[in-house]
């Protein structure tokens, strides 16, 4: 009897087209598109700040101040526009920096009372951008005053030039970075990212075809003839839920498989498994259990399939804002890092980060797998009273 439960249920979920489509077509572009959108923004030493410079000066000081920012790796002129100052930044540009008139006499001077810069910035300029251009420009300051301190004492200290010839203070002659948990010279990238927070998003998505299945069973007396037949309500979910199971697991590896295969064919960087398949399991397994908890109880509670779709959609959406899914936590200001920490998709981001951004294996991530077992057998366990208690579901 099980056998044909079973049966019936892959029978049921592979004549269901439109379901199958957003449980494996969707999440798989979305990870092709998000890997190749922020490739750049992972790992890489693009130019991250564009501006433009008015030099209203016009002087050797304010020369050096423009050829200083032009070899910055961070900085961007290359949209410079010939046309007329304009006192906003140019399309495209973050930044225009003005260098005003009596800039050199300032800095002949050291004589800082007021502002040496005028910086107008666009309005949608995150905050961390504006410190790290108004870093650089008090670091390039610091270098012209050096610069003038080495030229005061070179007619009276010997050997001045070769002592301050040997200041470098660039950030690579500086500081050596390496990634946590991460070989020498390798760096986090997009498709580490975002493969993870989709797979998620993806297996969550199982309310559309349980629901509809479940909901139309219950409007045909499919349900009530079943239970008829004396099989229990344990049977009855674990008949529905092991097809689920195996196709999130599907969904997982077919979800690698584009990060590993498909999205290097479009110029982004190939996923990497990390070092434990058997954490990999364990993660996807609790994953599993959770998404499939939350979708039939939905389908349990939901009236029509309409109802369900739309409680399911508008649930995984929040979870996936709320968890980390859609925008990244590191950004998030401390309250809402806090109410991540209990969105089920935020445990199982955290256990897939674990295994292909931090390397690390299946004991880091038991709490998450067994957190996210829990939840998902809680929610089975709630349904099933439901469905026990209310009639109108047999």
């Known amino acids: 009897m099980f056998k044909a439960m079973l049966g019936k249920e892959f029978r049921l979920v592979l004549r269901d087209k439109h379901a199958l489509a957003a449980l494996f077509i969707l999440p798989a572009v979305f990870i092709l598109i998000m890997s190749l959108a922020l490739k750049n923004t992972f790992g890489s030493t693009r130019p991250m700040l564009h501006y433009r410079v008015v030099d209203n000066d016009k002087t050797t000081w304010s020369a050096k101040v423009v050829s200083l920012l032009a070899v910055s790796s961070a900085l961007d002129n290359s949209r410079q526009t010939t046309a007329a100052p304009s006192p906003a930044p140019a399309s495209g540009n973050q930044f225009m920096l003005t260098i005003p008139r009596g800039f050199a006499a300032k800095m002949d001077k050291a004589q800082f009372d007021t502002p040496v810069f005028r910086l107008t910035v666009a309005p949608d300029v995150k905050q961390e951008m504006l410190t790290a251009f108004k870093t650089e420009l008090t670091m390039i300051t610091l270098r012209l005053q050096i610069e003038k301190i080495k030229d005061e004492l070179a007619g009276i200290l010997p050997d001045t030039d070769r002592r301050f010839a040997n200041i470098n203070l660039t950030p690579n002659n500086l500081i050596r970075v390496r990634f946590n948990t991460m070989a020498a010279r390798k760096r986090p990238t997009s498709t580490q990212q975002s493969v993870p927070s989709w797979i998620i998003f993806g297996m969550f998505f199982v309310v559309i075809p349980m629901s509809t299945i479940f909901i139309n069973e219950r409007q045909q007396n499919t349900l009530l003839r079943l239970r008829t037949m004396n099989i229990s309500i344990p049977a009855l979910f674990a008949g529905k839920i092991a097809p689920y199971i195996l196709i999130n697991q599907l969904q997982v590896w077919l ?8 999205v290097p064919l479009f110029g982004g960087a190939a996923l990497t498994l990390g070092a434990s398949i058997s954490g990999l399991f364990m993660v996807s397994f609790g994953v599993s259990l959770a998404a499939i908890g939350t979708a039939v109880l939905i389908a349990v509670i939901a009236g029509t399939v309409e109802q369900a779709t739309t409680i399911g959609g508008i649930i995984n959406i929040l979870m996936a804002a709320m968890g980390g899914v859609m925008v990244p936590r590191f950004i998030m200001p401390p309250v809402m890092r806090k109410i991540a920490a209990f969105s089920p998709m935020s445990w199982g981001l955290d256990g897939f980060l674990d295994i292909f951004l931090r390397g690390l294996g299946a ?10 077992a829990g939840f998902g057998l809680c929610l089975l366990i709630i349904a099933g009273m439901i469905f026990k208690a209310d009639r109108k579901m047999l």
């Open 255 to 262: 979800m690698i498989g584009v990060g590993i295969f498909i």
């Open 363 to 372: 004991q880091a991530v038991l709490p998450d797998s067994l957190a996210l």
